[in-house]
């Protein structure tokens, strides 16, 4: 699916997620020092553990900026505190909220490069999100003989020259969303998937270890978040309405 065109609208007060939504924040991550101290004093004491160990002061704003933003938001839907979150988890590093907050699941995924920041949000459902900041020095062919698929390569391969940068990293986002998804690291190797890369088809998974079945219980959606940039939303559902959302202090 493609979800470049995007309106990235402000969320007002009393803001729901229904069950067949799912929610997308956009973050600006270079935001100033009152607003990164009263984010940092949200976050628990492994995260601040963590953001002392950035060595980089630009780092470290930025975990805490993109920490304190999810906090805030999950507790937008839950009616909490963001400092009363707790997290768990899996064995793979995959986050999840500890139970407590209601019979239901509230599902997330956080992602984040440079200066931008993305988490998507929805109930009972795998979801990941991965952006990344286009860059010219990491895009090659060596580089996707080594993560992508036969499939990939050769549709790199067919992408005329001035659009091939942004087609590999238009494939590595998707690719990247669709393991976080499904938060098992790297037990599906990135080349026993194929995923769509060329700007004239749409996003999509086209086959799972050969499964093309499998393939179609997924939703994959392509972002253009900010220019310079490129990501993707991957979702095991087929029926679901994409809402967007700039992150903004309450």
């Given at each position: 699916?493609?979800?470049?065109?995007?309106?990235?609208?402000?969320?007002?007060?009393?803001?729901?997620?229904?069950?067949?939504?799912?929610?997308?924040?956009?973050?600006?991550?270079?935001?100033?020092?009152?607003?990164?101290?009263?984010?940092?004093?949200?976050?628990?004491?492994?995260?601040?553990?963590?953001?002392?160990?950035?060595?980089?002061?630009?780092?470290?704003?930025?975990?805490?900026?993109?920490?304190?933003?999810?906090?805030?938001?999950?507790?937008?839907?839950?009616?909490?505190a963001p400092s009363q979150?707790?997290?768990?988890?899996?064995?793979?590093?995959?986050?999840?909220?500890?139970?407590?907050?209601?019979?239901?699941?509230?599902?997330?995924?956080?992602?984040?490069?440079?200066?931008l920041g993305l988490i998507?949000?929805?109930?009972?459902?795998?979801?990941?999100?991965?952006?990344?900041?286009?860059r010219p020095n990491v895009?090659?062919?060596?580089?996707?003989?080594?993560?992508?698929?036969?499939?990939?390569?050769?549709?790199?391969?067919?992408?005329?020259?001035?659009?091939?940068?942004?087609?590999?990293?238009?494939?590595?986002?998707?690719?990247?969303?669709?393991?976080?998804?499904?938060?098992?690291?790297?037990?599906?190797?990135?080349?026993?998937?194929?995923?769509?890369?060329?700007?004239?088809?749409?996003?999509?998974?086209?086959?799972?270890?050969?499964?093309?079945?499998?393939?179609?219980?997924?939703?994959?959606?392509?972002?253009?978040?900010?220019?310079?940039?490129?990501?993707?939303?991957?979702?095991?559902?087929?029926?679901?309405?994409?809402?967007?959302?700039?992150?903004?202090?309450?």
């Open positions: 699916m493609d979800s470049s065109g995007i309106d990235w609208k402000t969320p007002t007060t009393g803001l729901k997620l229904a069950q067949d939504e799912i929610h997308l924040w956009r973050i600006s991550l270079g935001m100033g020092s009152l607003s990164i101290e009263r984010l940092r004093r949200s976050l628990s004491k492994d995260e601040l553990e963590r953001s002392d160990n950035f060595k980089f002061q630009k780092g470290r704003r930025r975990y805490i900026a993109a920490r304190g933003c999810l906090r805030d938001i999950l507790a937008r839907y839950l009616g909490v979150l707790r997290f768990k988890y899996n064995s793979y590093g995959k986050p999840e909220l500890v139970s407590g907050y209601g019979q239901e699941a509230l599902t997330f995924n956080l992602s984040h490069s440079h200066e998507a949000v929805t109930w009972d459902r795998l979801v990941g999100v991965d952006v990344e900041r286009i895009a090659g062919e060596k580089l996707a003989r080594r993560f992508f698929s036969k499939r990939e390569v050769a549709d790199l391969q067919s992408v005329p020259d001035g659009l091939r940068e942004r087609a590999f990293f238009t494939c590595w986002t998707r690719k990247e969303a669709f393991i976080k998804a499904r938060g098992q690291g790297l037990s599906l190797p990135l080349d026993q998937f194929d995923v769509t890369l060329n700007q004239q088809e749409p996003a999509a998974i086209f086959a799972i270890q050969g499964d093309m079945a499998e393939a179609k219980k997924w939703s994959l959606f392509h972002l253009d978040p900010e220019p310079g940039y490129v990501a993707a939303l991957a979702i095991n559902d087929r029926h679901l309405s994409l809402h967007c959302w700039q992150w903004a202090e309450a």
